[in-house]
């Protein structure tokens, strides 16, 4: 997708999700944050459904970063293991419903099984259109543009690429988005007003709302509004109006 692809109609196209307070909504309740992690796939369902009614065509949501492997084996486990159920639950749901379906982030960490389930459900989707959901896995913005720069360099290496070729546009091109429009919008629930290492190069323009709502609470009508915040919001790109 171009660089610069300014949203121009009222709603954002590409709204991003940083799912935040799993596990504070289960610990509210005397329950493992596991508990807080089911939860919170289950809100995955609705926020999607209600996409194509709120105008957005893209979906992308952080399940797992790059620094979350510092949490517990006993956590880490327990998010694999629901990464996998999730897919092999939804998918069939997801496909009739018209999602197409992508994942973004380092697939080496990740185990051969879920991998299998990411390519499978990818290819099942494929020739959806209705909302591109975008799933975040072992994902990173430092690792992401890493990747890239590496690649990069490997073309330059084997003589496909010159380095006069290098500009924004190129590099885009290597990131795991390349084939997404930037984000118009991106979204953090539980109250913590920071980035986490999420689509630091997409976001460049993007607007940010931060909501108070933890992640298992956050309801399609919650969505709906912070949609429309975003939409009194005056984008200028660093220009100044006629
Ligand atoms: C977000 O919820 C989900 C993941 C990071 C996997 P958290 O697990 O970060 O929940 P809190 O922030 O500890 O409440
Ligand atoms: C960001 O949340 C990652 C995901 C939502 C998957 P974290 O809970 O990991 O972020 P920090 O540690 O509060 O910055
Ligand atoms: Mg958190």
């Given at each position: 997708?171009?660089?610069?692809?300014?949203?121009?109609?009222?709603?954002?196209?590409?709204?991003?999700?940083i799912?935040?307070?799993n596990?504070?909504?289960?610990?509210?309740?005397g329950?493992?944050?596991?508990?807080?992690?089911?939860?919170?796939?289950?809100?995955?369902?609705?926020?999607?459904?209600?996409?194509?009614?709120?105008?957005?065509?893209?979906?992308?949501?952080?399940?797992?970063?790059?620094?979350?492997?510092?949490?517990t084996?006993?956590?880490?486990?327990?998010?694999?293991?629901l990464?996998?159920r999730?897919?092999?639950?939804?998918?069939?749901?997801?496909?009739q419903?018209?999602?197409?379906?992508?994942f973004?982030?380092?697939?080496?960490?990740?185990?051969?099984?879920?991998v299998?389930?990411?390519?499978?459900?990818?290819?099942?989707?494929?020739g959806n259109?209705?909302?591109?959901?975008?799933?975040?896995l072992?994902?990173?913005?430092?690792?992401?543009?890493?990747r890239?720069?590496?690649?990069l360099?490997?073309?330059?290496?084997?003589?496909?690429?010159?380095h006069k070729?290098?500009?924004?546009?190129?590099?885009?091109?290597?990131?795991?988005?390349?084939?997404?429009?930037d984000?118009?919008?991106?979204?953090?629930?539980s109250?913590?007003?920071?980035?986490?290492?999420?689509?630091?190069?997409q976001?460049?323009y993007?607007?940010?709302?931060?909501?108070?709502?933890?992640?298992?609470?956050f309801?399609?009508?919650?969505?709906a509004?912070?949609?429309?915040?975003?939409?009194?919001?005056d984008?200028?790109?660093g220009a100044v109006?006629?």
């Amino acid at each position: 997708m171009p660089l610069s692809d300014p949203q121009t109609q009222n709603g954002p196209r590409h709204v991003a999700i940083i799912m935040d307070g799993n596990g504070r909504w289960a610990q509210m309740r005397g329950r493992p944050r596991l508990f807080g992690h089911h939860a919170g796939a289950r809100r995955v369902r609705e926020i999607v459904e209600a996409c194509p009614d709120l105008g957005v065509k893209y979906l992308t949501i952080f399940a797992f970063s790059t620094e979350n492997w510092k949490r517990t084996q006993t956590e880490v486990a327990g998010l694999m293991s629901l990464f996998r159920r999730y897919i092999q639950r939804e998918s069939r749901d997801l496909f009739q419903r018209g999602v197409r379906v992508r994942f973004i982030g380092d697939r080496i960490r990740l185990d051969d099984k879920l991998v299998t389930l990411m390519d499978e459900l990818e290819l099942l989707t494929a020739g959806n259109d209705r909302v591109h959901l975008t799933i975040a896995l072992n994902y990173g913005g430092r690792d992401e543009v890493t990747r890239a720069a590496k690649r990069l360099a490997l073309e330059i290496e084997k003589g496909r690429l010159s380095h006069k070729d290098v500009d924004a546009e190129t590099l885009s091109r290597f990131l795991d988005t390349h084939v997404l429009p930037d984000p118009d919008l991106v979204i953090r629930t539980s109250g913590e007003a920071r980035i986490s290492n999420f689509l630091l190069w997409q976001s460049a323009y993007a607007e940010y709302i931060f909501v108070d709502t933890l992640w298992p609470d956050f309801t399609a009508a919650e969505f709906a509004r912070v949609l429309a915040e975003y939409g009194v919001r005056d984008r200028r790109f660093g220009a100044v109006k006629a």
